[in-house]
């Protein structure tokens, strides 16, 4: 198994892949939609008031095939190797979540996206097929000895404001947060199904191609509807269901421990058991959480509900030999509480792998 770490879009630069590097890190992934860098007293994934997670830049150059080379050329330089993107830029699908008139000219862009990654040698997309996104997080004293972290209190769910989608907005000319008509309509469980089949039906035989695996992320917080719009993986058996519509090794999943630990009526380990042993994982998302939907709070990795030693276990007993990232975490009171944070959850990890790797 190989030690990963997440970074947004604002902390690809040398400073914090040299960071990564000393922290015993070998792979990247690149989170590249939203903007998460805010004062260091604040969570990195919380949301913006209305704006949730900024405004989407759909000319962002870093999406074109020269983009794609010099990250994967920046992170090279590091030491490291990037080994997925993750999440496409809400400006460039917005259609296909939606349904709406551009739906064919993004289909078409996604599948150049795949294309270009596959000639730059990134081999694995991250994202999430969802209308809501990550949504109605709060922030709060809520990890070991009063750290700041990141939970779901069943909040008061308003409609999402047209403009917007996976918690992004990609038309400020038509986003109202206050407006009560300017909404997007409710969508059905077995509408989004009907969506998320004609994507894959469409993405797959150009990701096979391009040698890059799609990897679905959980809905989080998994819940069956969030905001009046379904909600695909709100329990582990619909990884199955995902899988079953395209059956294809470049259909994968992005395995997130945290947020499958959050959803009711799951085993998290009888699920990481099942998808590890199948090859269905493209690479672990590994966070600890206490409760479920509809209330949890994130917690340290090592003070959770879940056993995270068990959980590498399993993956080594399956044969998993990908990579491992610990997701956000929670802040450490100090003068760098991010780095500070991650670096606890990177030592964690990197001493958890050897040890289940020597048996």
């Known amino acids: ?28 992934v690149a989170h590249l939609p939203g903007h998460f860098v805010r004062k260091p007293s604040e969570i990195i994934t919380s949301d913006q008031a209305a704006y949730g997670f900024g ?20 992170v090279n330089a590091a030491g490291l190797e990037l080994e997925a993107l993750e999440n496409f830029a809400p400006a460039h699908w917005y259609d296909i979540l939606l349904d709406g008139p551009r739906r064919p000219e993004q289909v ?24 809501a996104g990550v949504w109605g997080r709060t922030e709060g004293a809520f990890a070991r000895g009063g750290a700041r972290s ?20 990609y038309d400020p000319d038509r986003f109202r947060p206050d407006s009560s008509t300017h909404t997007v309509a409710p969508v059905s469980a077995e509408e989004m199904w009907r969506r998320f089949a004609a994507f894959l039906r469409e993405m797959v035989p150009v990701a096979e191609e391009a040698g890059v ?53 799951a085993d998290v380990y009888e699920a990481v058991d099942r998808y590890s042993k199948a090859g269905r994982i493209a690479y672990v998302h590994l966070r600890n959480i206490r409760g479920k939907v509809p209330h949890y709070h994130e917690a340290f990795i090592d003070d959770g509900d879940t056993d995270m030693l068990r959980v590498l276990q399993i993956l ?28 606890h959850a990177l030592g964690w990890i990197r001493a958890a792998i050897t040890a289940v790797e020597r048996g």
């Not at 399956?318 to 450490?332: A, R």
């Open 55 to 74: 405004v989407s830049d759909g000319a962002d150059p870093i999406w074109t095939l020269e983009g794609l080379r010099d990250l994967k050329a920046l």
């Open 108 to 131: 078409a862009h996604l599948k150049q996206i795949l294309r270009d990654m596959g000639r730059a040698g990134i081999r694995t997309m991250g994202y999430s097929f969802t209308l």
């Open 150 to 169: 990141v939970g779901f209190e069943n909040p008061v769910q308003t409609p999402i404001p047209a403009g917007m989608v996976w918690n992004m907005v």
């Open 1 to 28: 198994m190989k030690l990963g770490l997440g970074l947004y879009r604002e902390l690809l630069n040398q400073e914090t892949l040299r960071f990564a590097r000393q922290a015993g890190v070998t792979h990247i």
């Open 213 to 265: 695996k799609l990897a679905i992320h959980p809905d989080d917080p998994p819940l069956p509807t969030l905001r009046g719009a379904a909600r695909l993986i709100h329990h582990p058996d619909y990884f199955q269901r995902a899988y079953e519509l395209a059956p294809s090794p470049m259909n994968a999943l992005e395995f997130c421990v945290g947020t499958v630990s959050e959803m009711v009526g």
């Open 316 to 343: 080594q007993r399956n044969g998993f030999d990908g990579v491992i990232i610990p997701d956000h975490t929670p802040l450490l009171e100090c003068a760098a509480p991010w780095h500070a944070g991650v670096a």
